[in-house]
């Protein structure tokens, strides 16, 4: 068994459906991680607490599809920051697109997950998530 964390996980969400960030929550509250979430509504407000307010979360959340600054802009940002380049990142979009999971992959340590389209599916959400902060080591017990 893995052990456990004694610090909670810090997650940056970037997302402008209030209602999947409650999902998000409540997904993450299936998984065992222990987790502090923050909230971004769009893409500017996101580059502004990733590079102004110098916040360094051990995962993004990011939808693709956000107003004024979409996703894709801000993973560029998230990317050229020597702060932030090595973050994981989660693209949690309700695109399926292959152009989008192809261009999620290019930027390492990234994770593609379609939005799903029923509750219970997104509940499991959160247990995909944790396995992958496992995999890549971020804030997670090994």
Not at 55 to 75: A, F, H, Q, S, T
Not at 97 to 120: F, G, H, T, V, W
């Amino acid at each position: 068994m893995a052990p456990v964390a004694t610090e909670p996980v810090h997650i940056f969400i970037v997302e402008d459906n209030l209602g999947d960030v409650l999902l998000v929550r409540e997904a993450l509250k299936e998984s065992s991680l222990q987790f502090e979430l923050r909230h971004a509504a769009d893409g500017e407000e996101a580059i502004q607490a990733l590079s102004n307010d110098h916040i360094r979360p051990d995962l993004v959340l990011l939808d693709i599809n956000l107003p004024k600054r979409d996703g894709w802009e801000v993973l560029d940002e998230i990317r050229a920051n020597p702060d932030t380049r090595d973050v994981p990142v989660v693209v949690l979009s309700s695109s399926g697109s292959p152009e989008d999971r192809a261009r999620a992959s290019r930027n390492l340590p990234s994770m593609y997950i379609q939005k799903p389209s029923n509750l219970e599916d997104f509940l499991a959400v959160g247990k995909t998530i944790e396995e992958f902060l496992r995999e890549t080591g971020s804030g997670v017990g090994a």
